[in-house]
């Protein structure tokens, strides 16, 4: 050190004091935690703004008694700690459940490849991609792995607010750290016409009675998987001319928006499956959908049994197909057809006519020509034939 001074230059900000040293051009910060423990420590930078950036980031932290050990960072399991304990009681448990299995992998990751990661600053990009490889390397399946890190950014985005992170080194955003999905395949991640009937045989032949009426309903109204689940007997309403299917919060579940209230029509194969069901229940409580054992189907239970019947219905293995995937078919088959599109908003409960209109991409190639096919004219002998057939439906 040049000189009696220890700093040439200092500034005050909080409870933390800058400076310069004066041998080495390094900026320096002494910071006094709220225990009256005082902590010297160096910002590695000759750089000021880059100091002052630093600075001015734990002074946050201080004032909003958010600080770290020593260095006004939180160490990774403090920061895990605090996020659960602050969405206890705030989210759904399904979600927290979710939110601790994404965790807990993350962190078994760390004590197991990355143990010197102690502090949540030190958790960068690149970890988070090797904790995804990992995942995949791992035999863990893409949705799942996709799943993790969507969990951990949500984690990470909580710490930002909070002033505990700078950044998210999870960030899936356009151009942000992470490759999240692969690229977008909407024609792989819909079923055609002819897979649908296809899978419908197959669940008929090989599949169990209730795949083939699990098919059929999603096929038929584009229900998401735990509003069928939770299907019962008082959610029919037979009294109309073409009977309609209530969704609306339960006793033991609620839909995505608790104040939701939707009304579906069953087309007549619905009708059908539905009836057989409503008979075979005991009481107005029991599930019209249930497993074995009596209980609530589960879709990771069930999807096994749908994916078993994709060889048969000539559905290649690495398609993203599950059961939301009907929800898909019904909103292009709807279009197809040429429903309104706030009628199949009023059905399958989306916000926007944007994210209707999403699915048309997924129309295949084939069906473009018999989509122009609708504005030409009539002419000659078709124009007989449409006559004809209008005289006989009136």
């Given amino acids: ?196 009937a296809a899978l419908v045989a197959a669940a008929e032949a090989h599949g169990g009675k209730l795949i083939s009426d699990l098919i059929t309903v999603f096929g038929g109204t584009g229900l998401r998987f735990e509003e069928l689940a939770h299907l019962r007997r008082t959610c029919l309403d037979w009294t109309y001319k073409i009977p309609e299917i209530e969704i609306r919060a339960q006793k033991d579940w609620s839909p995505k928006d608790p104040n939701e209230v939707k009304r579906i029509p069953m087309l007549p194969q619905v009708q059908e499956v539905l009836r057989r069901r409503c008979n075979d229940c005991k009481s107005d409580s029991d599930y019209l959908f249930k497993n074995r054992a009596g209980k609530k189907i589960v879709a990771n239970k069930t999807r096994p049994q749908l994916q078993r019947l994709f060889a048969e219905a000539g559905i290649k293995p690495c398609r993203r197909l599950h059961w939301h995937s009907f929800r898909n078919y019904f909103v292009i088959r709807c279009l197809k057809k040429g429903v309104a599109v706030p009628a199949i908003m009023e059905w399958t409960g989306h916000d926007s006519a944007t994210m209707v209109l999403h699915y048309a991409r997924s129309i295949q190639p084939e069906d473009v020509q018999s989509e122009f096919e609708k504005l030409m004219p009539a002419t000659g002998e078709n124009q007989g034939k449409g006559v004809a057939q209008e005289a006989k439906n009136h």
């Avoid at 143990?115 to 991609?129: G, S």
Wanted: charge should be positive; include cysteine.
């Fill in 1 to 196: 050190m040049v000189g009696r001074k220890k700093y040439t230059e200092t500034c005050r900000h909080g409870r933390i004091w800058l400076g310069k040293r004066a041998d080495n051009e390094m900026w320096y910060f002494k910071i006094t935690l709220p225990n009256g423990k005082v902590r010297e420590r160096s910002t590695c930078t000759a750089s000021k703004r880059d100091a002052l950036r630093e600075v001015d980031f734990l002074n946050r932290q201080l004032v909003n008694q958010k600080y770290g050990v020593a260095d006004g960072t939180v160490e990774v399991s403090k920061l895990f700690q605090k996020f659960l304990s602050a969405k206890e009681g705030r989210i759904k448990p399904s979600s927290l459940t979710r939110l601790k299995t994404s965790i807990n992998a993350f962190r078994k990751w760390l004590s197991d490849s990355c143990p010197e990661i102690r502090l949540a600053k030190h958790i960068t990009p690149e970890a988070m991609r090797a904790f995804q490889q990992h995942r995949t390397e791992t035999g863990t399946s893409q949705r799942t792995t996709n799943n993790d890190i969507t969990n951990m950014h949500s984690v990470f985005k909580w710490a930002m607010r909070e002033k505990l992170m700078e950044t998210s080194p999870a960030n899936y955003s356009r151009g942000g750290t992470i490759d999240r999905y692969k690229a977008p395949s909407p024609k792989a991640d819909a079923y055609s016409e002819t897979e649908y």
